[in-house]
């Protein structure tokens, strides 16, 4: 039974005074009146920590605001891409053929808090014991863009370049959207002027917080605007765990059941939203999406493939960086701007020409919890193409918590490292944190608190790693030294 | 496309010092060795309140417990029913044909909380211009039960007997279910022993706080339960807007919204799980269901109709009251028990003989999310019967936020009230929160802290209302004084 988008509305994200639940029955209300309905069967509600972000955990009253009381309310939550989690959800109601028409809603209000606690709010979708290190979203993702780089032979000045054309880029793309947070075109300069958040990423590299709402309505009934394909998957929430770094595992699976539920190839998109939070996940998404081979992403983005006016472009609302990341209602407001596309409706300066089918992709945590939505144009004329598998996909590995001992102090490899300068309350800052093999082979997260110093650590240097108040520490080897200590403590 | 419930698991409820993860995983583990999977296609998670109850909002890392890493995992949260929230969104998955086995899981961690911050969490589902009043939900469910026994001519007496009826009852069915938190059998003299409270209602009347977990696995496998019905409503989340005082449009709805879907009527059901979060509810859930026409529940419960061994049992498991009520898995349990009994397993004691029909009702908040969900065995007959609605059904009203100014001071009628002891932080005790009837039509929530003697307040009396601090304050009215400074003010 195909499933139609009849409807969409957001409110311009970024600081707003009004409540969460005024933007959330603005934004409702566009979408309704754009699907031109003043009823729908059930309502789906896409808000990540309504709790603690807001003190509430009952919307309801909002079906009574918006002239819906009465009708089935669900709140979905799927960490940070809680709007498509909830579009996914609406999508099997209506697959079902339990409902007829659905409203779904994301939002969130965030700019009310101090930023510490926001980020302290969003850090708990990290691993616990991860956390106890102080460990951050910026700080995992700029351990990632480390890797990436490594592993890529990218140096750390080329690897910089990069992430700051990832933000220019979609600054460029924000500043022609009506709905985006920031408007302002920024330069390399500019981007070289910003706070160093958690090296290498800076804040220019991280999605702002934000306040907005987002809307889609899906009917049985046909309108211009289909779903052709949802993809779903998580991965462990540890970083220590994974089988790759510099891939998110939890994407490629998602959009290969995409793909495959559309019947569609990666080479059939004409235009994406990529989950940008940090820059280097654009780059990583646009190849675990199957669009760029492993490690030529970059490339990509360098001869302009995905900017606005390139072959594939990518964010053309600007992004979460530019439009702005109201954690809940960005992922939904990714297929809002699909949506816009493929109607013909994006405005003259940011509109895609010929775009029939378009791609959203969003990560949850450090890409444990990603979606992958295709829409099309309901008139595109369908061919059946083969199914399409990403090449070389490392199997996912089913971690299990390690139940052996903690491995004893000695001699481990630096696999990846961040030094975090905007750390959580209660650590000092700048606070250095690796992720460290061990000879065992087991991969542990270490901090090193005095470590001020990055550009004596490199990705794949010796290092000792010892214990201290239960928590791994890591210090530089010093071969000589510790044979000294050696020879003293022998009898 | 048949939906089928292949597997059941839950933890013993009560106090437990494990994590929320670890009864999770328990409950999940059972559930999918009942139904002899070790995978499964999607996991939807029922969780009401784990950002502000734990800290901690990304539950991936518990699909790496159970072995199911990498699979499409969705939180679902619809207030208390968050487990039959889950249990709706899992079955549109699979009756959308996208899943072939899913696991649903739902639990809630709340006894390692002081009391006070479990019930101010449990309040952020009351309307936010009544909280301010300090209403709380057994406020609430008190102000119901009053104008039940007001509306059905109950003495005070006469309904302090009922609904210790109803206490007894449910313990009595809990004292032989190995899961149940409280295994007592209670009498009417310990009930009558127990704290007041919010008057009428007393210790015993509240559902406890607890920890738990429940699972269910569903399979588009034949198994030997099925689902046949699943009916969702919601109301105003105010007091002050609803349609009635003694029942909940939103069971009633919910209820029709099943039964079509099952193409059953109330008479066939077997067994049921009513809500029983409050004593009261389970008599207006009754009702609300069709059992027994309005304000005859109570005679039911009298004439044993509703006990173990009768017609029509109601809460064999114990119910929320004596299985104990982790919120999030309450409504998942509800169908954990249904399936036990239609199954046989549910103990020599407690088992229902020739169930073959069981419906499990939750309620939301004050009634403003309610879920009705009906199994029956695969094996069982089937017989096209007339399509069921319920009698006299008014229409929801929806209502909208007053526009208009709040109504002067001036004679107001009492439609209910109670005393509320146990108040929340920053609220004197006791206070007497009311519902009443402005002249001009408005309802306002209003509180006298200074009311000692509720034996003084009877539902129909005139109040006098004022304004004070921004909110509405109610005192008894006398005429003659009054009067006497209506004349001292005049010229």
């Not at 697959?95 to 700019?111: D, Y």
Request: glycine share 8%.
């Amino acid at each position: 039974m195909d499933v139609f988008v009849s409807g969409v509305g957001m409110t311009k994200f970024g600081r707003s005074k009004d409540p969460l639940e005024k933007m959330m029955v603005e934004a409702g209300r566009i979408a309704l009146r754009d699907a031109g309905l003043d009823q729908v069967d059930a309502i789906f509600i896409g808000v990540m920590n309504a709790g603690e972000l807001l003190g509430d955990s009952n919307f309801t009253a909002l079906l009574t605001d918006i002239g819906l009381t009465g009708i089935p309310s669900t709140r979905v939550e799927t960490v940070s891409p809680t709007g498509a989690g909830a579009f996914e959800t609406a999508f099997h109601a209506m697959a079902s053929g339990q409902t007829r028409s659905v409203l779904v809603l994301a939002g969130e209000k965030m700019t009310h808090l101090p930023p510490a606690r926001s980020a302290a709010i969003l850090s708990e979708g990290i691993d616990r014991s991860e956390r106890r290190y102080g460990m951050t979203m910026p700080a995992l993702a700029a351990m990632i863009a480390q890797r990436y780089g490594q592993e890529f032979k990218l140096s750390s000045s080329k690897l910089e370049d990069i992430l700051a054309q990832v933000a220019i880029k979609n600054h460029s793309n924000g500043s022609l959207n009506p709905h985006a947070q920031f408007k302002k075109v920024i330069t390399k300069r500019d981007y070289l002027n910003s706070q160093m958040v958690s090296y290498p990423l800076r804040l220019y590299d991280c999605a702002p917080i934000s306040d907005g709402a987002s809307a889609i309505v899906l009917t049985s009934h046909p309108a211009s605007v289909k779903v052709s394909g949802i993809g779903h998957a998580t991965d462990t929430s540890s970083l220590r765990h994974r089988a790759s770094f510099t891939s998110f595992d939890a994407t490629r699976e998602a959009a290969m059941k995409a793909f495959a539920m559309a019947e569609l190839n990666p080479l059939d998109i004409q235009l994406a939203e990529v989950d940008d939070a940090f820059t280097a996940f654009e780059i990583i998404g646009t190849e675990d999406l199957g669009f760029f081979p492993p490690g030529e992403g970059w490339k990509a983005l360098e001869e302009g493939v995905t900017h606005l006016r390139g072959k594939l472009p990518v964010n053309p609302s600007g992004g979460l960086k530019s439009r702005g990341h109201p954690v809940g209602a960005s992922s939904l407001a990714q297929l809002v701007e699909i949506v816009y596309q493929l109607r013909g409706e994006a405005g003259e300066e940011r509109q895609i020409e010929r775009a029939e089918i378009g791609l959203a992709q969003s990560t949850g945590g450090l890409g444990n919890h990603n979606f992958v939505t295709i829409l099309e144009r309901s008139d595109r004329r369908r061919v059946l193409k083969q199914r399409w598998r990403p090449e070389h996909r490392p199997e996912i590995k089913v971690s299990t918590r390690p139940s052996t001992p903690p491995p004893p102090e000695g001699v481990g490899t630096l696999e990846t490292f961040t030094t975090l300068y905007a750390t959580p309350e209660g650590f000092r800052s700048p606070l250095t944190l690796a992720l460290v093999k061990t000879v065992t082979g087991e991969r542990v997260i270490a901090c090193n608190p005095d470590y001020r110093f990055p550009k004596e650590l490199k990705i794949g240097r010796k290092v000792y790693l010892k214990t201290r108040e239960g928590l791994y520490v890591f210090e530089k080897l010093n071969l000589w030294k510790r044979m000294r200590q050696w020879i003293k403590r022998s009898p």
